[in-house]
């Protein structure tokens, strides 16, 4: 007996035999199994109760969005490079090949162009079906139903449409074996398709299933390891992750905070790099788990660090590595001496006008010049320094801060630039280094620049133009280098004019220029700084919500001392708020104007807006004119037409 899977044993009556099942199929809907391969006489069944037409049965519609599914755009991405070889062995031979997603949507089909044209004509293009009760029997049709590689020649295909076709299909599976889809290789010939095409095909949809299931192993452990940075970044501990052999894997962004570098500067460190104690300390935790003192290394020497070391293992009981929860050692000196601790991440805002501030600072990082950083008071020019020194080739060298509004004129020059034993009474025994001396290859940030004494702004320019600093009371140079970032809230064009700041000076600083704008010109920003702000203080994790009023009154007041006055502002009333909920009586006391008299705003800004518009008609628009006119500055005018 033949298998009933194998059509007749005589290859000339085969299609007599076959073509005598589909006439009776056809004349009164009977299916003759004794006639037929039984995948073939079930798959007729099928299409039978499924009522597809036998004549003209083809796809009548084809999805543009059908890659609308990310396993479909996975699936083709995987098989087009194998569809290709696989196309190379029939190429010329009048072939098409087809894929297939398991929903039966046709992902690709390409081959020979008669073939192709003929398969078009049928509408057997990417983006329609080829189920079975769409085009009746075809092998990608049975292999979707029944999950089995299968050929179908001539006459057995249940619509009479593609009794000419010749079919060699097989199913594919993801890594779990569930069907994702199949692969055909089909063509227009009297001959049958012979088994060792089927084990062809059978070849290429094993290649296509292991890039299948590497892409999707591969994307699951991209989204892993997106998921456990998110969650490792978002925790109160500062964490490092050392892998089996003692190289750092992994550190989140409270880590890289505490050791005041970054985390691309160590993983893939030895730990006893980084951590000059850290052998003993590891042959220290088979005696239990507890907080030690790592010794982290610095330029300045080594820093104690508290340090709670947990092993790490398999379900097997395996090594896997150890998690380390790092603490500052209050003890010690602090950690972010002559470092900088922030980074461009920092910054938190939404407005196109820091996007851009932000983009530009991160082009000059790249750079080695002088920067020139201005900007009203509170609004973040050191932060940005920071994040400029953390973004530089200068990253893993000193940050040195210098408030030089704060430095005594006496001592200024001492300070910068140090000073020999015995220069003046009191001197310390063995001289001193001096700022600059201090962060000799790394970053010098000069705050309130503008506010630099003239006789220092010379000895400040003759350390730039020649990148050498002399030490008070010592005759011999000591060469720099070393970057510099200024700031100053002052218009220094005015100090200039009025002979204050050298112009020779303003020259060498601003190299490169940043200006932050105050908060009132990002007013975008102004929520999503709140919401930061009252996390970085909040004591609890209650949600804090906002009345209408106090909305209105922080949207309207101008925020003269910018991010710190907004910083200070939730810090007073999360420390005042008796509810969840932020009432005008909550604000500290000068809003009590704002908050008692809103209707009282309005008119007076409707009054001031009179005003301008009315000394500007005088003044035939002239700004400048109308500015004097009304005893303003002409940048006051122009923000509260903007405001307007």
Request: proline share 4%; with cysteine; net charge neutral.
């Amino acid at each position: 007996m033949r298998d009933s899977n194998e059509p007749p044993n005589d290859p000339k009556r085969q299609p007599v035999v076959i073509e005598q099942a589909w006439d009776k199929l056809v004349a009164v809907q009977y299916i003759d199994k004794s006639l037929l391969r039984q995948e073939i006489a079930l798959s007729w069944q099928r299409c039978l109760s499924s009522k597809v037409n036998p004549h003209t049965s083809k796809n009548e519609n084809v999805e543009k969005d059908y890659l609308d599914l990310e396993n479909k755009r996975h699936l083709l991405e995987a098989a087009l490079p194998h569809m290709q070889q696989l196309y190379a062995f029939v190429k010329g031979k009048d072939f098409i090949v087809m894929l297939a997603a398991a929903d039966g949507t046709l992902l690709s089909v390409f081959g020979d162009k008669k073939m192709y044209s003929a398969g078009e004509s049928l509408n057997v293009v990417a983006g329609a079906s080829c189920l079975e009760s769409v085009l009746g029997t075809t092998s990608p049709g049975i292999c979707l139903a029944r999950k089995v590689p299968l050929q179908v020649f001539r006459q057995e295909h249940y619509c009479q449409l593609y009794h000419t076709w010749c079919c060699s299909a097989v199913p594919l599976f993801d890594i779990q074996g569930e069907l994702i889809g199949t692969l055909d290789l089909s063509n227009r010939d009297k001959k049958q398709h012979p088994t060792s095409l089927l084990d062809l095909v059978k070849m290429t949809a094993g290649s296509i299933q292991a890039e299948y299931n590497y892409r999707i192993l591969h994307n699951d452990f991209k989204k892993s390891y997106y998921y456990f940075n998110m969650v490792v970044n978002n925790l109160p501990e500062a964490l490092i992750f050392f892998d089996r052999d003692d190289k750092i894997s992994h550190l989140n962004r409270n880590a890289t905070k505490l050791l005041g570098t970054s985390a691309k500067q160590l993983v893939g460190k030895q730990a006893k790099s980084i951590f000059s104690n850290y052998e003993g300390i590891k042959q220290e935790l088979s005696t239990g788990r507890h907080w030690k003192e790592l010794q982290f290394k610095t330029r300045s020497g080594p820093v104690g660090i508290e340090a709670y070391l947990k092993p790490l293992t398999n379900e097997y009981m395996e090594p896997l590595g150890i998690v380390c929860t790092l603490k500052e050692d209050k003890k010690q000196k602090p950690m972010h001496h002559n470092t900088a601790r922030y980074t461009f991440d920092d910054f938190v805002h939404a407005s196109a006008h820091m996007d851009t501030l932000i983009s530009n600072a991160k082009r000059i990082a790249a750079m080695d010049g002088s920067v020139l950083i201005q900007g009203e008071s509170g609004t973040g020019k050191e932060i940005l320094a920071q994040a400029i020194h953390n973004a530089s080739i200068r990253r893993d060298a000193p940050f040195i801060a210098v408030n030089c509004a704060a430095l005594p004129p006496e001592l200024i020059q001492s300070e910068l630039f140090g000073y020999e034993e015995g220069t003046f009474t009191g001197a310390k025994r063995g001289g001193k280094a001096g700022k600059f001396e201090l962060g000799n290859e790394g970053t010098i940030f000069l705050d309130e620049i503008g506010d630099m004494p003239l006789n220092a702004q010379a000895n400040l320019l003759r350390v730039l133009q020649e990148k050498s600093i002399v030490r008070v009371g010592a005759a011999h140079s000591i060469h720099l280098d070393i970057r510099v970032v200024a700031a100053t809230n002052k218009t220094l064009s005015k100090e200039i004019e009025a002979g204050s700041f050298r112009l020779d000076l303003f020259y060498r600083l601003a190299v490169m220029n940043l200006f932050i704008p105050p908060l009132r010109e990002h007013k975008k920003d102004l929520w999503p700084l709140v919401e930061h702000l009252i996390r970085k203080h909040q004591t609890t994790q209650q949600d804090i919500a906002f009345s209408s009023q106090v909305k209105s009154i922080m949207e309207t007041y101008d925020w003269p001392g910018n991010v710190r006055e907004l910083e200070n502002v939730i810090v007073n009333f999360l420390t005042k708020m008796t509810n969840q909920t932020v009432t005008p009586n909550d604000l500290p006391e000068y809003f009590d104007i704002t908050s008692n008299h809103a209707e009282d705003i309005t008119l007076l800004k409707d009054t001031e807006f009179s005003m301008i518009s009315t000394a500007l008609t005088k003044c035939n628009n002239n700004v400048s004119k109308a500015a004097k006119l009304l005893g303003i500055s002409r940048a006051t005018i122009y923000r509260k037409l903007k405001n307007y």
